[in-house]
């Protein structure tokens, strides 16, 4: 059995991991509020940029933009991957990766060409380590812990006009999707072309937008925010689901500790009373052979 | 009472406002645009500038900034789509380099085929670690 001085000084360790854990929790559950809370406010503009695109799918007869057209023949795919940029968050980038990586082993074995685009320092190495072609990438210091659009339409702008200019047929993004504090869901979704639900609705519109200057530059615009809106999202959910699952870590980390220091003071304690017991038979033993 | 129309100015990050109005004017590409309520269908891009708002019983116009956007009338409905950066063609190119440039330093060390063997231990790895530490975690 270990002396009662290392048994200390193993509490002492444990219970200062602890402190470290249970204020990583804290900031992560404040952090967590905020992420959730811009999360929420990135929704409207979504919402409403799908409508007005969905209006415009219907209003819009002469002019179709390359964002809606599926191409018969998809060679070779575009991959934005959105994770965290720190680790300690549990399973999340495990379990987003995971997925990428066999959707990518698919894609690979039906013969089509993949290009990345890392968002969050760990997406990154994962994907450089497993030798996949990135061709851009957005880390750490570039977005810290708020999604922030202006750094986020150059890494975007790559992929789309890879796919503009057909070096990819289709674009997929994967990320996490916040559920709820406890559950966060790695999805991947497809990007470019613009899914069925944008014209999904039925209610055919007999007019149409006057536009300014033209039609085509207008919906341009528009079709290329709605996918960054869409990205944007999709960052703000993953952050959201980061900063969970770092406070679910962390505090799963801090109850761990304490268990242990448990378990530590019992020991210690055992440990105590055994050289107590054992130092009292002794002075009985030598009164007695007195 | 006049006509009112439903304002909404939204960006990626935030809802800036929403609420009615009887009159708006918007900076638009082709010069400032006046929008009474029952305006014809209308799709536009906006400078950056402000939005002035002529709110219901109040006299003062009410002031909204915006760094363009794009810009949806319809007979009862405004919606301004706001950009939250200041966007040009340009300002786009050169962030789109810079992403492709941390890319490319970043990845020196990068390997020509996919090693999805590796990647796939490497995970596995990661997996099991978590598995056992939830295994540790029902232990206790």
């Known amino acids: 059995m270990a002396s009662g001085k290392e048994i200390r000084n193993k509490i002492k360790s444990v219970e200062s991991t602890r402190k470290i854990t249970k204020a990583m929790e804290m900031v992560a559950a404040s952090k967590m509020r905020k992420a959730q809370d811009r999360m929420r406010a990135a929704r409207p503009y979504g919402d409403k940029i799908r409508r007005v695109a969905g209006n415009l799918s219907h209003a819009l007869t002469d002019y179709s933009h390359p964002f809606m057209e599926v191409r018969p023949e998809q060679k070779s795919v575009g991959l934005i991957v959105v994770t965290s940029d720190k680790g300690l968050c549990g399973g999340l980038n495990t379990n987003i990766l995971r997925l990428a990586l066999n959707r990518m082993k698919e894609w690979d074995a039906e013969g089509k060409k993949l290009q990345v685009t890392a968002i969050g320092s760990k997406g990154f190495s994962f994907m450089a380590r497993a030798g996949a072609t990135i061709v851009s990438h957005l880390s750490g210091s570039g977005l810290g812990d708020t999604p922030r659009m202006d750094k986020l339409i150059g890494p975007a702008k790559v992929q789309i006009d890879a796919y503009l200019n057909g070096e990819i047929d289709v674009l997929y993004i994967a990320y996490t999707r916040f559920i709820n504090t406890m559950k966060q869901e790695p999805v991947i979704e497809q990007l470019l072309p613009l899914s069925g639900d944008l014209v999904g609705s039925t209610t055919a519109n007999r007019w149409d937008y006057v536009y300014e200057p033209d039609a085509k530059s207008v919906i341009d615009d528009l079709l290329l925010r709605y996918v960054e809106a869409v990205l944007y999202q999709s960052v703000a959910e993953n952050m959201a689901s980061e900063q969970s699952a770092r406070m679910v870590a962390m505090k799963s980390a801090s109850d761990n500790a304490k268990n242990v220091i448990g378990e530590l003071k019992l020991i210690y304690n055992k440990a105590r009373q055994a050289t107590i017991t054992k130092e009292l038979s002794e002075i009985v033993g030598g009164a007695a052979a007195v | ?140």
Request: proline share 5%; hydrophobic share 40%; glycine share 8%.
């Open chain 2, 1 to 140: 009472m006049p006509l009112r129309v439903h304002v909404d100015v939204v960006s990626a990050e935030e809802l800036i406002f929403s609420g009615e109005a009887e009159f708006a004017v918007f900076p638009g590409e082709a010069g400032e645009l006046g929008i009474y309520p029952r305006h014809t269908p209308l799709l536009t891009r906006v400078k950056p500038g402000a939005i002035r708002l002529k709110i219901p019983d109040r006299n003062e116009y009410e002031l909204v900034y915006v760094s363009g956007g794009i810009l949806e009338v319809q007979p009862t409905l405004i919606t301004l789509l706001a950009d939250t950066a200041i966007r040009a063609k340009s300002l786009d190119e050169a962030e789109a380099l810079k992403a492709k440039q941390q890319a490319e330093e970043a990845a020196k060390l990068q390997q020509t085929d996919v090693n999805y063997a590796a990647a796939e231990a490497e995970l596995a790895k990661s997996i099991a670690q978590l598995q056992t530490i939830k295994k540790g975690r029902g232990g206790h």
